[in-house]
């Protein structure tokens, strides 16, 4: 195998590694690791709230069933959409007091397990690794 393929593979199994660390934090409260983009998402729209397609577009992983996301979400009380009544054809999303409040609680132990995952590297290191996976990611 070429050089190329193993470095994708080593990419395909950190990432991997990293689903499995926050798998058990997520999972208690019924949330997949894409709920909880949205999630995180949504808090950082703040008011204003985003369109449904611009959540779709930042989200970590695409899906082609943002529509259903949403759904699962919102039948959680963890989100709530609105039409625009200058716009109708726009469907807004908003994070609920009962989504941030689950965030809020899930914030440190997210972090803990990014840091556990991350603690043999650096800050330098750190920088340069997010440094190369944007010039991957903007090749």
Do not use: W
Request: aromatic share 2%; charged share 25%.
């Amino acid at each position: 195998s070429s050089l190329e393929e193993e470095t994708v593979v080593a990419l395909l199994k950190t990432t991997d590694h990293i689903h499995r660390l926050q798998h058990p934090v997520l999972a208690p409260h019924g949330l997949t690791e894409q709920q909880y983009n949205v999630l995180r998402i949504l808090r950082g729209a703040g008011d204003a709230g985003l369109p449904t397609l611009s959540v779709a577009e930042r989200l970590i992983e695409q899906t082609p069933g943002i529509t259903r996301l949403i759904d699962r979400l919102e039948a959680k009380h963890l989100v709530r959409r609105e039409r625009p009544a200058a716009d109708r054809r726009q469907v807004y999303c908003f994070i609920t007091p009962t989504g941030l409040d689950l965030l809020a609680t899930l914030d440190p132990l997210v972090e803990h397990g990014a840091r556990r995952a991350l603690r043999l590297l650096t800050k330098a290191e750190m920088r340069a690794l997010q440094s190369l996976l944007e010039k991957i990611r903007d090749a």
